[in-house]
């Protein structure tokens, strides 16, 4: 017996295959065996479907391309019948649909308030499959839609699933084929089915147990990014660090102690020159937090010589976003490439056109406001563009567009439709060989501008070259003994353990583990 907070619920004249128990000697078993002997003889299974609306439509349209003959049930079979024709589904009443279909499943696409005015007595005994979703996420004692509907079906197995799916997505031919489709129940034969179904129309089944885990599968449609909360927090906070520090220099301490006075004259440069200036530091600093995480944990199996201790919890957090923090650098770098290559000129980049030709004694037409200018005479010009780029202005410039061009293949090969044919150490070369390169790159980008300034502190403030290197540096200066420590923290990954006495035995018997 299932026990739910309304009902209770008899479901044990269903198979329950995961107990070694066949109670399957109630009323129904004879039709259920009838039934599925006349399945065996049809060419083509049909399916029982109840809702025509978007997202049943979309699952009829799957189901049928995957061989099946849907049977649609509808309370007004006139209302959807062109767009059910489209689908190549069966739009029938509900009652016939149920009546003509020869499987024991039935998916009920319906809205949690209309459960209660379908026919629910010609539910008894099938395996009714709930594909609704809600608007919002429950609180955790909350019931799930599906365990409300399994109340109200005591004599039949309710089993969550196919609600990860999109309608348009299912509509539109998507690339779903590989998608991971979660369902639970709590009859295992019912599940079974199920799990087949999801197989044959070209999706992974993967199992969440009971039907009370219905609860996260239903959260899992109306969350928002569940697995960019921590990344975004993190690089959210970088950004204002380094944007307050930028600020604090450039709008406020040089207005007073450069010009004097206090003026709004340089709050004017806030939207590019300090934005661009944070956005520098800021994706070269998520760069260096991708891969500062990996050499903390190599420290940690060579300090503790063994390879199965766990991680703290905290570190353990952090080597799982590092997918995510990863693309947002790429978002970062790549504003910040845009706005560099906007205002790319001598006055904000002069490193890029060479050394400039100085004119004397020139007369220059200086404009105020749009009525009104001056002349300022005997004055100096600076010319770019006569002379070529001098060593520091090329490798300024080859590193970053080095650092990236390499930043967007990282995030190319994060992709799963990319990963999936990549092999392992493949994979393993790209993310992690070309990606210290690219650390490596985007730190030569920044040392090669702010070489002449990077030991001269404004305003009591490091310049922002420096700080931006203060994260980067210390990940590579953890990389570099782990680089020259790797034949041994290698036998450690390899299962070797400090104070192992097995490894040593095994070692010189020629059984090493592996």
Request: net charge positive.
């Amino acid at each position: 017996m299932y026990t739910s907070k309304n009902k209770s619920v008899d479901l044990t004249h269903f198979e329950s295959k995961s107990s070694g128990i066949d109670s399957g000697d109630e009323i129904n078993s004879s039709e259920r065996s009838s039934e599925r002997s006349s399945t065996s003889e049809e060419v083509n299974p049909s399916i029982a479907l109840i809702g025509s609306g978007d997202f049943g439509r979309a699952l009829a349209l799957r189901m049928v391309q995957s061989g099946l003959t849907v049977n649609i049930g509808s309370r007004n079979p006139q209302r959807n019948s062109e767009l059910v024709a489209k689908t190549g589904a069966k739009l029938k009443s509900i009652e016939e649909a149920l009546s003509t279909s020869n499987s024991n499943i039935v998916i009920l696409a319906v809205p949690k308030d209309f459960y209660e005015k379908q026919p629910l007595h010609l539910l008894e005994g099938k395996v009714v499959v709930d594909v609704s979703n809600r608007n919002s996420i429950y609180a955790k004692d909350a019931t799930s839609q599906a365990e409300y509907l399994q109340s109200i079906l005591p004599r039949s197995a309710v089993v969550k699933a196919f609600n990860v799916l999109s309608a348009y997505a299912l509509e539109s031919g998507g690339l779903q084929g590989s998608k991971e489709v979660f369902y639970a129940g709590d009859v295992h034969s019912a599940k079974e089915e199920v799990s087949g179904l999801i197989r044959m129309m070209g999706f992974t089944p993967i199992d969440r147990g009971a039907l009370r885990n219905a609860r996260g599968i239903e959260d899992i449609p109306v969350q928002r990014f569940p697995l960019w909360k921590a990344p975004l927090i993190v690089s959210t906070v970088f950004f204002i660090i380094l944007f307050l520090l930028g600020f604090t220099k450039f709008q406020i301490c040089w207005t007073l102690t450069w010009d004097g006075y206090w003026h709004w004259g340089r709050w004017a440069t806030i939207p590019i020159t300090t934005i661009n200036s944070t956005l520098a530091a800021h994706s070269i600093t998520l760069l260096a937090l991708c891969y500062l995480p990996g050499c903390i944990g190599a420290w940690i199996q060579m300090i503790r010589g063994t390879k199965y201790s766990r991680f703290p919890n905290w570190l353990d957090k952090w080597l799982k976003m590092r997918k995510q923090l990863g693309l947002l650098m790429l978002f970062s770098a790549s504003v910040h490439m845009c706005m560099s290559v906007a205002v790319m000129s001598p006055t904000q980049y002069d490193l890029a056109y060479g050394d400039p030709v100085e004119l004397a004694n020139v007369d220059i037409n200086k404009k105020v406001n749009w009525t009104y200018s001056y002349v300022e005479h005997n004055q100096t010009v600076k010319v770019y563009g006569t002379e070529k780029m001098h060593f520091r202005g090329e490798c300024f410039l080859a590193a970053g567009v080095m650092a990236y061009a390499l930043a967007v293949l990282l995030g190319i090969t994060s992709l799963p439709s990319v990963t999936n044919v990549l092999t392992w150490k493949e994979f393993g070369f790209v993310q992690s060989k070309l990606g210290w390169l690219c650390l490596l790159f985007a730190c030569a980008h920044d040392i090669a501008y702010g070489w002449p300034y990077m030991l001269g502190p404004s305003c009591k403030v490091p310049p922002t070259f420096q700080y931006a290197l203060y994260i980067p540096g210390l990940t590579i200066a953890m990389k570099i003994p782990v680089v020259l420590l790797d034949s041994y923290l290698t036998k450690i990954r390899s299962g070797w353990e400090r104070n192992s006495k097995n490894w040593s035995a095994g070692s010189k018997s020629g059984n090493a583990p592996v």
